[in-house]
């Protein structure tokens, strides 16, 4: 007898292609993306001492000056307020959200689920960020693939997220697993996209705020 911990890595062991289509990566809503994020959300998903827990993730990984892409990209990005990047790209389902979003120098509204590739070329970006939002991709291999593909070799992606989410669009791997089933999940979408090596863990564990867990992997060379 399986646990759904046990399942949700049997079928993914079993995906050889990134796009494959598992009901691991189905959605309580699969209605259209579009419409969930048709209005603009302008609150923040996690408490002060996990925003600032991230911000310094991004401090240590991402180089002064760079050109960073914020993935799944709203009204804020978290970015250390003293480091100046030359070039920040959002990408987010939200218009508003976006315009909104100070640090942001170019803004572009993607359903990544419905579009994966991304619309950028080879090693544009020292760096890139999907911060709370990890668990809404369908197809996170292809994803990942992607963002191997416009990062600078050995540039890292920062994937961050905490306990919770909206479960009505989070994929089913994603709302069965706990905390360490994260970790692990995103781990092995890093190790199944064939792309980043060098995967490392961070936590932020306060008694009394919201966790923050920060998966990093960097990308192989072309
Ligand atoms: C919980 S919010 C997090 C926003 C932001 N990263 C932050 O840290 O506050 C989830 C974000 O994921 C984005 N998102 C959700 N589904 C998406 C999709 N299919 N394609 C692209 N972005 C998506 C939404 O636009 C939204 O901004």
Redesign the pocket.
Known sequence: MFSSFDLVFLKLNFMTEPTFSSDIFRRQDESA?ER??DFP?FV???DQAAIEA?TELYSEFFPAGGAIL?????W???LPKTIKYRRVAG????RE?LAANPRLTERVV?????EPKLPFGEAEFDGAA????VQ???QPIFVFREIARVLKENAPLVVTFSNR??PT?AVYAWNALDDNGHIKLIGEYFVASESFDEVVVRKHLPVYNDPLFGVIGRALKK
């Not at 914020?70 to 709203?74: A, E, G, K, R, T």
Request: aromatic content about 12%; proline content about 0%.
């Open positions: 993306d969930f994020y959300r923040t998903h996690i991230v914020d993935l799944m990209s709203s804020v990005s978290h990408i987010g389902m939200n959200e993607q359903n990544l689920n419905g999907i911060c709370v939002s809404y991709l369908t989410c909206f669009k």
